[in-house]
Structure formats: structure tokens, C-alpha cells
């Protein structure tokens, strides 16, 4: 691994194209891109580049798992994460997996700009709109380990027999937990929850119904 070369993943072309302007002038050669997560993953075990710009949502692939490969097959490259999902979970995973940055796509690239010498110094950087986002309260932090289980099997559309099955309690007690979780969160309707669900990343916005 060099000192200034970077690997960039992302599926959008005008992003990696304004990505790329943005490292060649802090002085970062690009080695390769990557606009699927497959693609991304071999790019890094093949260049192990000093940096790696990764799109949390690409195709073939989520975005965690890419990230854990690059910490896998090259541990010492530093990563800036985009995201344009706000979950607070999925957030939050990134933050404490070690992601040396984590920026909104929704954030100005002059921010991203000013955190790049950062970053290769060895400092953790998050952006304004995740920071916000981090330090605000969700809802879902009160849930049960067993409340967030019956969350994501709502969101994948399973009925109270079913995911007792599954969980190997009976519909009953879901249902009781269903009610709990659902006061907990403030919700009163199942399109509620889902929409609850899609926001902190307990359901694939792009999942076929």
C-alpha cells in the first residue's frame, strides 16, 4: 500500500467523477473505481489502497459488508463512507466498526474536501448532518433485543403465527410485544412501522413486494 492512492466505490458515475477532483487535488491518485460492492471488494484486495471512498448502497453487495472485507484484505486503509440513508442504526454500526469518516451524500463535497488531510492524519471525522443525526434520540434504542427482532419480521411482512414460529414463542406473545414496540416507538398503524423500519434500516427500500 502507498501512501497517497485511493480506491473509489460508488454505482453513481457523476459522484466518482466529482470524488475523483476532489482527491487528485488534495494530491491522491485514484487506482481504480469501483460502482458495484463485489467490484469494490476486489478492487481493494487488488490495489489495498491508502484510502477508500465507499457508497453504503451499491449493488451486489451492502455497504457493511464491503466495509468489513476492506478491513478484512487491507486493514490499513483508511475509509470515508457516504451514505444517503439517515438510519441511526446503521449509522451507528459504522461509527463503531471504525470508519474513519462518515458523511452524508446529502452534505456539501467542500466539507468532504476539508476532511480528507484529516482523515490521512489519523483523525475520525463526521459530518455535520451525521453528527446531528448520532446525537438525537431514537426510539429504537428502547427497544428489547426481542422488540427489534419482531420489527425486522414485520418489515418483512410475517404475521404474528409466523414469526412466532420463527421465534419459537407463541402469536400471543408476539402480539404482546408487537403492542409494546409499537408504543414504545410512538406508532399506532403497521404502515407506520414499516415506515419506521425503512428509516433505520431494518428494510431494503429497494425490496421487491
Known amino acids: 500500500m502507498t501512501d497517497q492512492t485511493a480506491v473509489i466505490a460508488d454505482d453513481h458515475a457523476l459522484i466518482r467523477q466529482g470524488l475523483r477532483q476532489i482527491l487528485t487535488s488534495a494530491g491522491i491518485e485514484v487506482v481504480a473505481e469501483a460502482s458495484d460492492g463485489l467490484e469494490a471488494i476486489a478492487m481493494i484486495r487488488s490495489h489495498q489502497p491508502a484510502l477508500l471512498t465507499l457508497d453504503i448502497a451499491m449493488p451486489y453487495s451492502r455497504g457493511i459488508e464491503v466495509f468489513g472485507e476492506a478491513r478484512r484484505w487491507s486493514p490499513e486503509t483508511r475509509i470515508i463512507v457516504f451514505s444517503g440513508m439517515t438510519s441511526t442504526g446503521l449509522l451507528s454500526e459504522l461509527a463503531s466498526a471504525g470508519a474513519d469518516a462518515?458523511?452524508?451524500?446529502?452534505?456539501?463535497?467542500?466539507?468532504?474536501s476539508e476532511a480528507?488531510?484529516?482523515?490521512m492524519s489519523g483523525q475520525r471525522i463526521l459530518g455535520p448532518g451525521v453528527r446531528e443525526l448520532l446525537e438525537s434520540t431514537s426510539n429504537i434504542d428502547m427497544l428489547t433485543a426481542r422488540e427489534r427482532q419482531i420489527l425486522s419480521q414485520v418489515a418483512q411482512g410475517l404475521n404474528n403465527r409466523e414469526i412466532g414460529e420463527r421465534l419459537g414463542v407463541s402469536a400471543?406473545?408476539?402480539?404482546n410485544h408487537r403492542t409494546n414496540l409499537m408504543r414504545k416507538v410512538n406508532v399506532h398503524s403497521v404502515a407506520e412501522l414499516l415506515a419506521l423500519a425503512l428509516r433505520e434500516g431494518l428494510l431494503?427500500?429497494?425490496?421487491?413486494?
Open 102 to 112: 462518515i458523511f452524508l451524500k446529502r452534505e456539501e463535497l467542500e466539507t468532504f
Open 172 to 175: 400471543k406473545t408476539v402480539d
Open 204 to 209: 431494503d427500500a429497494s425490496r421487491e413486494t
Open 116 to 119: 480528507i488531510p484529516k482523515v
